[in-house]
Nanobody, 112 residues
Framework: QVELVESGGGLAQAGGSLRLSCAAS????????MGWYRQTPGDLRELVAT???????NYGESVKGRFTISRDGARNTVYLRMDSLKPEDTAVYYC??????WGRGIQVTVSS
């Protein structure tokens, strides 16, 4: 019943920007803990950002100051705006809800 669908990934140049979207169904993002994680082959899935129902946010140290998580309750969608991109940001990015549900992931590739 719960479905998370990521979009907005693709290619970007170092120093550029990209915005990811996570369209949710079966849950309301305005009252749910939501998050973004990323993973490269052979590595553990890494926290990027979380957004709780009270509006509090948490960011991984490597993205703090560059990435911003937000939501639009009317669209039931969570966003991740990524600025000042670096090649090391290259990964598959996953949307997460309630520490339980996962999207299928979307590729982000940053070239130098």
């Amino acid at each position: 019943q719960v479905e998370l669908v990521e979009s907005g990934g693709g290619l970007a140049q170092a120093g550029g920007s990209l915005r990811l979207s996570c369209a949710a169904s079966g849950i309301y993002v305005g009252s749910s803990l939501m998050g973004w994680y990323r993973q490269t082959p052979g590595d553990l899935r890494e926290l990027v950002a979380t957004l709780d129902s009270d509006g509090s946010t948490n960011y991984g140290e490597s993205v703090k100051g560059r990435f911003t998580i937000s939501r639009d309750g009317a669209r039931n969608t969570v966003y991740l705006r990524m600025d000042s991109l670096k090649p090391e940001d290259t990964a598959v990015y996953y949307c997460n809800a309630l520490n339980t549900y996962w999207g299928r992931g979307i590729q982000v590739t940053v070239s130098s």
